[in-house]
């Protein structure tokens, strides 16, 4: 997605004292150049933002379609390393739907399969014809924002369900799946929160979740954050412009009935957990305002504590874009569009937070 030029930015900062007493703070702004990461691409590599990427240990982990492989670049080296995926053979990945890396290992999602590798490009697992007990087809998606968990030798993950979104109910249906990689059972984990409506798949393509040691956390895109624990808990963690989703009018089945009220309604686009900050931060959107700048939807940074209160929000800049976030001990960053642009061999990142 490319976007036009903006020289300065202006971000209004709101912070709470606490979800009753709210508190605003002056305006600040944000500099193009304020503190940035700028990577040096291999000239095989896009720098468009897209859904399939990782920070890993100050590297920035890119899926390579031109060359089937996972990228890695660091701020000093560049490419520093490639990890070629299968591309022929048993082991060959049909239609890649994401990868994650979890304690030293890669995790490569295939349709109805998974492989395991290690950093030199060897499998050491083929997952294949991945079902779960009730005979659901189930592919591992591991795309934008999702985060999956190795615990206990069993991989914790979002599946692809391919729902059929027509039912208009999530009710039984598998939010996460867990794979034994000794034995290669697969089970389901646990089922979405009861009376949970689909609205549109816009809106069911916009929601992630984050699976940590104690909890589980869903972004449910049209309003709540979900915790589970022992049972579900909604926690609100809305923004200060807010407002209700509408009801659905048209066909939900049809694409452009469902872009239709995407754009007349707001939006909660993701969820990101920080374990540097001991945070979550969620992106939302505002409804289209035919008036507004642009007219274009509006994009803000909330930023929440560890029990998913509201702490600050932001409104964020245009050119900015979550999709390829990078996290790491200073902050986080978000993919500047309009400096990559002009620099079709590089990819900066613009921190966002927190705002020294």
Same mark, same amino acid.
């Given at each position: 997605?490319?976007?036009?030029?903006?020289?300065?930015?202006?971000?209004?900062?709101?912070?709470?004292?606490?979800?009753?007493?709210?508190?605003?703070?002056?305006?600040?702004?944000?500099?193009?150049?304020?503190?940035?990461?700028?990577?040096?691409?291999?000239?095989?590599?896009?720098?468009?933002?897209?859904?399939?990427?990782?920070?890993?240990?100050?590297?920035?982990?890119?899926?390579?379609?031109?060359?089937?492989?996972?990228?890695?670049?660091?701020?000093?080296?560049?490419?520093?390393?490639?990890?070629?995926?299968?591309?022929?053979?048993?082991?060959?990945?049909?239609?890649?739907?994401?990868?994650?890396?979890?304690?030293?290992?890669?995790?490569?999602?295939?349709?109805?399969?998974?492989?395991?590798?290690?950093?030199?490009?060897?499998?050491?697992?083929?997952?294949?014809?991945?079902?779960?007990?009730?005979?659901?087809?189930?592919?591992?998606?591991?795309?934008?924002?999702?985060?999956?968990? =190795?615990?206990? #030798?069993? !991989?914790?993950?979002?599946?692809?369900?391919?729902? &059929? @979104?027509?039912?208009? +109910?999530? %009710?039984?249906?598998?939010?996460?799946?867990?794979?034994? =990689?000794?034995? #290669?059972? !697969?089970?389901?984990?646990?089922?979405?929160?009861? &009376? @949970?409506?689909?609205? +549109?798949? %816009?809106?069911?393509?916009?929601?992630?979740?984050?699976?940590?040691?104690?909890?589980? !956390?869903?972004?449910?895109?049209?309003?709540?954050?979900?915790?589970?624990?022992?049972?579900?808990?909604?926690?609100?963690?809305?923004?200060?412009?807010?407002?209700?989703?509408?009801?659905?009018?048209?066909?939900?089945?049809?694409?452009?009935?469902?872009?239709?009220?995407?754009?007349?309604?707001?939006?909660?686009?993701?969820?990101?957990?920080?374990?540097?900050?001991?945070?979550?931060?969620?992106?939302?959107?505002?409804?289209?305002?035919?008036?507004?700048?642009?007219?274009?939807?509006?994009?803000?940074?909330?930023?929440?504590?560890?029990?998913?209160?509201?702490?600050?929000?932001?409104?964020?800049?245009?050119?900015?874009?979550?999709?390829?976030?990078?996290?790491?001990?200073?902050?986080?960053?978000?993919?500047?569009?309009?400096?990559?642009?002009?620099?079709?061999?590089?990819?900066?990142?613009?921190?966002?937070?927190?705002?020294?």
């Amino acid at each position: 997605m490319r976007f036009y030029i903006l020289g300065f930015w202006v971000i209004l900062n709101i912070t709470f004292t606490s979800c009753t007493n709210k508190k605003d703070k002056e305006l600040q702004e944000l500099h193009a150049e304020t503190d940035s990461i700028i990577f040096q691409l291999d000239k095989s590599s896009s720098n468009s933002p897209g859904i399939y990427f990782r920070s890993y240990k100050n590297s920035l982990v890119l899926y390579n379609r031109n060359t089937n492989s996972l990228d890695f670049y660091s701020r000093s080296k560049g490419l520093e390393m490639r990890v070629n995926l299968p591309s022929d053979g048993s082991y060959r990945i049909q239609r890649f739907t994401g990868f994650d890396i979890l304690k030293e290992r890669i995790f490569v999602a295939d349709q109805m399969s998974l492989l395991e590798m290690d950093f030199n490009g060897n499998v050491v697992n083929k997952y294949s014809k991945l079902q779960d007990s009730e005979g659901l087809a189930v592919t591992p998606n591991f795309a934008g924002v999702n985060k999956s968990i =190795l615990i206990d #030798g069993k !991989l914790i993950f979002t599946g692809f369900n391919f729902l &059929d @979104l027509g039912r208009g +109910s999530f %009710d039984e249906v598998p939010l996460l799946y867990s794979l034994d =990689l000794a034995s #290669g059972e !697969l089970t389901r984990y646990l089922n979405y929160p009861d &009376d @949970l409506p689909i609205v +549109s798949s %816009d809106y069911y393509f916009s929601q992630n979740t984050i699976v940590q040691n104690d909890r589980v !956390l869903l972004n449910y895109a049209p309003n709540q954050v979900y915790g589970y624990k022992e049972e579900w808990q909604e926690f609100e963690a809305r923004s200060l412009s807010y407002t209700p989703v509408s009801e659905f009018r048209g066909d939900i089945k049809l694409n452009a009935d469902s872009k239709e009220h995407l754009k007349t309604n707001s939006i909660y686009r993701a969820l990101i957990s920080d374990p540097y900050r001991n945070c979550y931060y969620r992106i939302y959107s505002t409804p289209f305002d035919p008036n507004g700048i642009n007219n274009r939807k509006i994009t803000h940074l909330l930023v929440l504590n560890s029990n998913l209160e509201l702490e600050k929000e932001f409104i964020l800049p245009k050119g900015l874009s979550h999709f390829g976030y990078f996290l790491n001990e200073v902050g986080l960053y978000f993919v500047n569009s309009n400096y990559n642009e002009l620099h079709e061999d590089e990819m900066k990142y613009t921190k966002v937070y927190p705002l020294d």
